[in-house]
């Protein structure tokens, strides 16, 4: 268009379109994440940037161009296959036999954009609007959103250091189910949960899988922090304990790599499968990562995590050390986990550290406050109770860190 043409309808143009009338009545005005880190940051949910792999991984994606080119490009020429790129299924597969002891072919593996989408597809395929959902009782708040969102009722279960309790588990759904209101599955993170950091033993998964057979209630179990065990013996996967279909299988690249990557992958019965990845939106997720994350853990699994939870452990340690000299006297507890990201401090019951988070993360120390995690959302309980990763900042940091938290919650009322 020249300056001279005139501009098309000016009489109906408006400067700022307005869709005021026009959103589905679905859509919710949300609020992006500003993506803001504290400067000591112990609200984020990964491991620090210097455990990233990033020469091994870019060296991996450049053997496999350098060995068949022809491959690469026709991989990357085409949309994935819905199930992701099979070398990265096949090596998943020989990863779960090795690891986690239940075996799967490549294609009983689906890959997803994290296992956030593996998460959100399973849900789908099993949610109505009102079912009854269990969790731990406090519990990653992404699974509970997604839940939310399809309209899950959703009640905690009691737990304790060892993570859910069975026999609480039992009378709980007994109960629901006199009510009328049947839970439909159970979702867990048995391995260094999210937020508490505890870990189910294997006898408690047992009892538990008892239970979900007696109730017919299926098990999704959330294997996101698997990789990160840095003392204590891994324990069986409810997988591995039960091969009738009631288990779904979660798990992830996140944080074992990278949560940038995007991609984790789940396993579940064929038509459950199917039916969760019927809610599927485009095709399977990026094939230059499941490239790259497949030629490099194929070649460098040990070593990485040989490398990697070491690391982890001294985080972990001087966290809990510096709690232990700034909290110590205070009344707080906090857990002792053999692994993950997390480490659950809760102050004595009636101080309020949730009201102050915005105050304390202003003033340097980020932390999620443990009511984000409630699982049914009632704003009831985890005033008392914080999420605090360890994981993310130095071990310099994390004593730093934590000495500042202690001063400030002084400062604001809360110790
Ligand atoms: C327990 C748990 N599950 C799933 C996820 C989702 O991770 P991603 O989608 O990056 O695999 C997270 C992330 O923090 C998590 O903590």
């Known amino acids: 268009m020249t300056a001279a043409e005139p501009r098309l309808g000016p009489a109906t143009m408006v400067e700022t379109f307005s869709y005021e009338t026009l959103y589905s009545e679905k ?43 022809t491959k690469v490009l026709a991989e990357l020429a085409y949309y994935p296959h819905q199930l992701g790129a099979l070398e ?20 009983e593996i689906a890959l997803t954009n994290g296992s956030g989408e593996a998460l959100a597809l399973v849900i789908q395929a099993l949610t109505n609007p009102g079912d009854v959902v269990l969790t731990e009782e406090f519990v990653y708040m992404g699974t509970t959103a997604q839940l939310r ?39 867990t993170i048995p391995e260094h949960q999210n937020p508490m950091g505890s870990t189910l033993s294997g006898e408690r998964r ?25 003392k204590g013996d891994v324990q069986p996967a409810f997988r591995a304990l039960d091969d009738s279909g009631i288990v779904v299988y979660v798990a992830s690249f996140s944080k074992l790599l990278a949560p940038g990557l995007r991609l984790g992958y789940f396993t579940a019965s064929p038509e459950l499968m ?18 790259a994350i497949e030629g490099y853990l194929r070649n460098n699994l040990e070593s990485h995590r040989d490398n990697f939870n070491p690391m982890l452990q001294a985080k972990c340690d001087s966290m809990t050390a510096a709690l232990e000299e700034h909290f110590g006297d205070s009344g707080a507890t906090w857990s002792a986990p053999e692994g993950g990201c997390y480490v659950w401090l809760t102050m004595p019951e009636g101080s309020d550290i949730s009201s102050i988070r915005d105050k304390v993360f202003d003033q340097g120390v980020g932390y999620v406050a443990g009511v984000a995690f409630e699982a049914d959302g009632s704003g009831r309980t985890g005033h008392n109770c914080a999420r605090l990763c360890f994981a993310f900042e130095s071990v310099e940091k994390n004593a730093e860190g934590i000495a500042l938290l202690a001063q400030l919650f002084k400062q604001h009322g809360a110790m």
Do not use: W
């Open 274 to 291: 199917r039916r969760a990845l019927g809610f599927k939106i485009g095709s399977g997720p990026n094939q230059f990562a499941a490239v």
């Open 206 to 230: 047992r009892a538990i899988l008892e239970i979900a057979h007696r109730h017919n209630m299926p098990i999704l179990e959330d294997d996101c922090y698997v990789d990160l065990r840095y």
């Open 88 to 107: 990265l299924r096949e090596y998943t597969a020989q990863k779960l036999e090795a690891d986690r002891g239940f075996t799967v072919t490549a294609d």
């Open 149 to 187: 969102r399809f309209g899950a009722d959703i009640r905690g279960v009691a737990m304790d250091e060892g993570g859910i309790i069975p026999e609480e588990l039992e009378e709980q759904i007994v109960a629901l189910t006199a009510a009328g209101d049947r839970p439909k599955y159970l979702y």
């Open 27 to 69: 859509s919710v005005d949300t609020a992006l994440n500003p993506g803001l880190h504290a400067k000591y940051d112990f609200a984020t949910a990964y491991p620090a940037p210097e455990t990233l792999p990033l020469d091994g991984l870019i060296q991996s994606l450049q053997a496999a161009v350098d060995s068949n080119s």
